[in-house]
């Protein structure tokens, strides 16, 4: 494709916004995927719950640990090339997780699989702020969305193949992220580069120390109780609850409340103008609780049990756009490092804790793990309200010049 044809073509605004939400919904289709092959990876394997949580862990770690790092490789190189190469090989490795035939063949899959989410997310993310004339949270709310719904179809769309047995037909799953990934490529303008970014380190201690590290671990502490859910509940309907693995209410739990999770983000960038920062991330973590709660001790498959799988899920990631946007702000010289950190290093380290989370199943039961996994949420809203409301203070002590 020439330059003068291809100028023809490019996205921006709008358009671009579109691109990037179904990328986002490819790309973290498979992250679903996972959540809802455990139980039936534990009848293959003859797992227990520890290499359970080290599939979830290993995905963890290199779709999201290794974030901040490409975030950064992206401020330098280029974030068009970097989410175009992070998609497709994400979706090329990931879709072949069902056909994997041994636990030691599926580990360094998911390892190597997830290196390509890493690199797609903080790229994404950039460029979706990009997109935006006004409301910045709106767009990250949006393109936040995007991986939620897709972590959402995952398990309906895996539930569905696992039912019909149709688990050797994966790989094709490959397909449309593949073909978002060579969209991005071609449609999305070459971003100006910056010269700060050009001498951004790729490791910044400063940033981890500063502020953004502080809102990363109010991140961490809210993924926690997100990974907790999402992984657990599968496992805790089956095994605590008595349900089959094939069980509709499996599958639909997990994509409730992550399409929750999905429509409580874009709520959040709607009302940003409306409330304050810390008032709206803090406020949906601590709202979080009775719900979680509640779902615990209500029957699955009622009416009850998924109002409060969706009003949990709405509010445990409705307040994350707002963290990505607070996190680029503090840092505009390293806007994809930021979003890194905030939208993969806290999931990372959450899936990291998650094998801690893995042997308290086994300890003391999954009722009581499910229970305690709630708790990081009261501590996550203590810091991240600390946070965001010095910056807001820090910002209005600033004198407004003159006109």
Aim: hydrophobic letters at 55%; glycine letters at 12%.
């Amino acid at each position: 494709m020439t330059d003068a044809v291809r100028s023809r073509w490019l996205v921006s605004g709008t358009s671009l916004t579109a691109l990037l939400l179904g990328a986002h919904f490819f790309n973290d289709l498979f992250a679903g995927t996972l959540a809802a092959l455990l139980p039936t990876l534990q009848v293959r394997f003859d797992a227990n719950e520890v290499m359970l949580a080290s599939f979830v862990a290993a995905l963890s770690f290199s779709s999201s640990m290794l974030q901040p790092l490409f975030g950064a490789v992206a401020d330098r190189v280029g974030r068009r090339v970097v989410a175009s190469l992070g998609v497709v090989t994400s979706s090329a490795i990931l879709s072949l997780m069902g056909i994997m035939p041994s636990p030691w063949l599926l580990l360094p899959l998911l390892l190597v699989g997830g290196l390509g989410s890493a690199a797609f997310h903080p790229a994404g993310s950039s460029l979706a702020r990009s997109a935006a004339t006004r409301n910045r949270g709106l767009a990250m709310g949006i393109f936040s969305a995007g991986g939620t719904f897709g972590m959402a179809v995952g398990p309906l769309l895996i539930g569905l193949f696992v039912i019909n047995d149709w688990l050797h037909l994966t790989p094709w799953l490959m397909a449309p992220g593949v073909l978002f990934g060579l969209l991005i490529y071609l449609l999305v303008p070459p971003q100006p580069r910056d010269p700060a970014t050009q001498r951004s380190k790729l490791f910044d201690l400063e940033l981890f120390k500063g502020p953004v590290g502080r809102l990363c671990v109010a991140g961490v502490l809210r993924s926690i109780s997100w990974t907790a859910i999402i992984n657990g509940a599968p496992l805790w309907l089956v095994s605590a609850r008595g349900l089959g693995p094939d069980s509709p209410t499996v599958f639909l739990t997990i994509t409730t409340f992550t399409i929750a999770g999905a429509l409580g983000g874009i709520l959040s960038g709607l009302v940003e103008h409306r409330f304050s920062r810390q008032m709206l991330v803090t406020g949906s973590m601590v709202g979080a609780v009775v719900p979680l709660v509640l779902m615990l001790f209500s029957t699955p498959g009622s009416v009850l049990y998924f109002l409060c799988v969706a009003l949990s899920g709405m509010l445990v990631n409705g307040g994350l756009p707002i963290m990505v946007v607070s996190a680029q702000d503090m840092a505009p010289h390293a806007i994809a490092t930021a979003s890194g950190m905030l939208m993969g290093l806290t999931w990372g380290a959450a899936g990291l804790l998650y094998l801690g989370i893995g042997a308290l199943q086994g300890a003391i039961g999954l009722d009581a793990a499910m229970a305690l996994s709630v708790l990081p949420l009261l501590p996550g809203a203590l810091i991240a309200y600390r946070v965001l409301a010095s910056r807001t203070a820090t910002a209005a002590s600033i004198p407004t010049k003159a006109p």
